[in-house]
């Protein structure tokens, strides 16, 4: 069971995510012993993994009320809660039922690995040494962060020579200092490198919705046709 929780923390509304990850039926239950109630009788006797992903929740009293309400849990041996974050002051709060295991940075070469294979999605075509060595340089920069490596793969299949991976490696991006400054920096760098006007019109409208906003699909194709009709009236 994978439940997103980011900025919201109320053990209802978690409750309430869970449920619709096992893909229960709610009807009208808005109370939270209501849901309490409907999700030990769908996981009595059952064993399940639980994950609450990208945790920011400081609040020990918000704390203690989910877990009081997951130990009712009457489930099966062997369950397991994991909880992902960034907080230091989150995993202190854990840390008395939850284990806390802090995940290191990934090595240079994990990061190159990652990147190749987002920038050469064809995997058998060998790879230019100028290429090679500007892109461990770039994975180099990456500074053990994943989701840098990704981002920035995903931009290099459309770039062919080495002045516009040198373009990438001199970046000013890499001036910044470690942290969060420079992934949304790396982000930004990955919108200005799109080709479709379209495409960063529609991402430009996205930005409008707050963050974790579950968009229907045809709210998604809504937004991307309005931003194709804008294109096209330009």
């Known amino acids: 069971i994978w439940v997103c ?12 995510l869970i449920l619709e990850s096992l893909n229960s039926t709610l ?31 400081e609040d020990r009293e918000k704390w203690s009320n989910l877990m009081t309400c997951l130990s009712k849990l ?17 995993a202190s709060i854990t840390k008395k039922v939850l284990p806390i295991y802090v995940l290191g940075s990934l090595f240079v070469d994990d ?7 987002r920038a050469f999605p064809d995997g058998n ?9 500007i892109g461990k340089e770039i994975a180099r920069k990456c ?3 994943p989701l840098t490596a990704k981002v920035l793969g995903s931009m290099m299949p459309s770039k062919y020579s080495i002045d516009e991976w040198l373009e ?24 200005d490198n ?23 699909q045809k709210s998604n194709n809504s937004l991307s046709l309005l931003a194709s009709f804008i294109t096209y009236k330009r």
Not at 34 to 46: D, V
Not at 125 to 133: H, R
């Open 143 to 145: 500074a053990g962060i």
């Open 27 to 57: 009807g009208g239950i808005q109370s939270q012993d209501a849901l309490l109630k409907k999700l030990i009788e769908q996981l009595e006797k059952e064993r399940y993994f639980l994950v609450l992903d990208d945790v920011w929740n």
């Open 111 to 117: 990061c190159w690995d990652i990147l190749k294979k």
């Open 74 to 90: 009457h489930s099966a041996q062997g369950s397991v809660v994991i909880v992902t974050t960034r907080s230091a002051i989150v």
């Open 168 to 191: 990438i490696q001199k970046s000013k991006t890499w001036e910044l200092p470690e942290g969060d400054e420079r992934i949304m920096s790396v982000l930004k760098l990955s919108f």
């Open 194 to 216: 799109l080709k479709s006007p379209s495409l960063k019109q529609c991402f430009a409208y996205c930005s409008k919705f707050k963050k974790d906003f579950d968009m229907e």
């Open 5 to 16: 929780v980011s900025d919201t923390f109320e053990a209802k509304s978690i409750l309430r």
């Open 125 to 133: 075509a060998p790879i230019a040494k100028d290429l090679e060595t």
